[in-house]
């Protein structure tokens, strides 16, 4: 069971990218998948979810400007981020939670036990 994060880079504020969480060993679509993101010298905070049934979560700061959404066919989970502003730089991570099939919520925190590597996102001119 694995995950793979990618699709960061440098971009300008006001600037998009998409970044990609690809599985392999398991059927992405029966689990939930969360993003997160960890800035220099900060601690690690989740930015959004998708549950099985696709249902979806974002944190404040990036409501209405990131995009979760699941390409089945694909077995990959996507972050459309768009309107990015400087502190959304970070390593963006992708993770989920192994054990539970089918769940229409998305995990607390510490119920994600699978993680992807990260992939850098720097938003600056």
């Known amino acids: 069971v694995q995950l793979q994060a990618s699709g960061g880079g440098l971009v300008q504020p006001g600037g998009s990218l998409r970044l990609s969480c690809a599985a392999s060993?398991?059927?992405?679509?029966?689990?939930?998948i969360g993003w997160f993101r960890q800035a220099p010298g900060e601690e690690r905070e989740a930015v959004s979810c998708?549950?099985?049934?696709?249902?979806?979560l974002y944190t404040d700061s990036v409501r209405g400007r990131f995009t979760i959404s699941r390409d089945n066919g694909k077995n990959t989970v996507y972050l459309q981020m768009n309107s990015l502003k400087p502190e959304d730089t970070a390593v963006y991570y992708c993770?989920?939670?192994?054990?539970?099939?089918?769940?229409?919520?998305?995990?607390?925190?510490?119920?994600?036990?699978?993680w992807g590597q990260g992939t850098l996102v720097t938003v600056s001119s």
């Open positions: 993770a989920t939670d192994s054990t539970q099939k089918y769940r229409s919520s998305c995990p607390r925190d510490h119920e994600y036990d699978v």
């Open positions: 060993g398991f059927t992405l679509d029966y689990y939930a």
């Open positions: 998708i549950s099985s049934d696709d249902n979806t």
